[in-house]
């Protein structure tokens, strides 16, 4: 295997972009990367494995949907640095819960390609909002309240941060139950946009916390203070 995973022109970059196509119809379905290790996984496995550059890790495709790829066939290009991928697709490819991620018409912006399956069932609310938010990224500020807090910027993303943390402490200190639970929401929301106007996806917030639970909470605290 390490022959085949070195016919690749490593030298350019770590980061192996893979396009990836329908077996049946050729339709493109979506473009990734892989590393080494991805790459290693998926010629084993015969399943797509990528690295995902928000997540900053490697993910199995359908890892949480069950919307996975088997992977048919690897070809490389002329210049060993791009990998076209023939794949079978379970289900849909892309997040939005669209068969393909090519479903936007660049000059007219417009959506040629119905939704098939629920975002929120294939990943879950907090993952479905964080995708929401980045794709309020290039909305019209003023028609969505997400894409005008991120045009305002920094200080007032963060100015909304500390209010809303602010509006839950209240709510606790009153010991209201439903209150409580609307602030967090809102809380939760416009963290969320915070970490999307970072690029930081809620999946590395999940592994910290994966790594902290493996720890005594002392002894992480420890650890952050040497």
Same mark, same amino acid.
């Given at each position: 295997? @390490?022959? /085949?995973?070195?016919?690749?022109?490593?030298?350019? *970059? $770590?980061? &192996?972009? #893979?396009? !990836?196509?329908?077996?049946?119809?050729?339709?493109?379905?979506?473009?990734?990367?892989?590393?080494?290790?991805?790459?290693?996984?998926?010629?084993?496995?015969?399943?797509?494995?990528?690295?995902?550059?928000?997540?900053?890790?490697?993910?199995?495709?359908?890892?949480?949907?069950?919307?996975? @790829?088997? /992977?048919?066939?690897?070809?490389?290009?002329?210049? *060993? $640095?791009? &990998?076209? #991928?023939? !794949?079978?697709?379970?289900?849909?490819?892309?997040?939005?819960?669209?068969?393909?991620?090519?479903?936007?018409?660049?000059?007219?912006?417009?959506?040629?390609?119905?939704?098939?399956?629920?975002?929120?069932?294939?990943?879950?609310?907090?993952?479905?909002?964080?995708?929401?938010?980045?794709?309020?990224?290039?909305?019209?500020?003023?028609?969505?309240?997400?894409?005008?807090? &991120?045009?305002?910027?920094?200080?007032?993303?963060?100015?909304?941060?500390?209010?809303?943390?602010?509006?839950?402490?209240?709510?606790?200190?009153?010991?209201?139950?439903?209150?409580?639970?609307?602030?967090?929401?809102?809380?939760?929301?416009?963290?969320?946009?915070?970490?999307?106007?970072?690029?930081?996806?809620?999946?590395?917030?999940?592994?910290?916390?994966?790594?902290?639970?493996?720890?005594?909470?002392?002894?992480?605290?420890?650890?952050?203070?040497?």
């Amino acid at each position: 295997m @390490q022959e /085949i995973v070195n016919r690749v022109d490593w030298q350019k *970059s $770590d980061l &192996l972009p #893979v396009i !990836v196509q329908d077996i049946e119809n050729n339709e493109v379905l979506m473009m990734a990367y892989m590393n080494k290790e991805a790459l290693e996984l998926s010629l084993s496995t015969k399943i797509a494995h990528y690295f995902s550059r928000s997540k900053q890790r490697i993910w199995k495709k359908g890892e949480s949907s069950g919307h996975i @790829q088997k /992977i048919h066939s690897f070809n490389i290009d002329c210049d *060993s $640095d791009t &990998l076209l #991928v023939k !794949v079978t697709q379970e289900g849909v490819a892309c997040h939005t819960g669209r068969r393909s991620c090519f479903f936007t018409e660049l000059e007219s912006g417009e959506v040629n390609s119905e939704v098939q399956v629920s975002s929120e069932t294939l990943y879950g609310v907090i993952d479905t909002l964080y995708h929401t938010i980045q794709e309020r990224k290039s909305a019209d500020p003023e028609s969505s309240w997400t894409a005008k807090l &991120l045009t305002k910027g920094e200080n007032t993303i963060l100015k909304k941060v500390v209010e809303e943390a602010g509006e839950f402490s209240f709510a606790y200190k009153d010991d209201d139950e439903s209150e409580m639970i609307y602030e967090a929401a809102d809380l939760t929301y416009h963290m969320l946009v915070a970490l999307a106007a970072k690029n930081i996806s809620p999946d590395r917030i999940k592994q910290e916390l994966a790594r902290r639970f493996k720890m005594s909470g002392i002894s992480e605290k420890n650890s952050r203070n040497k």
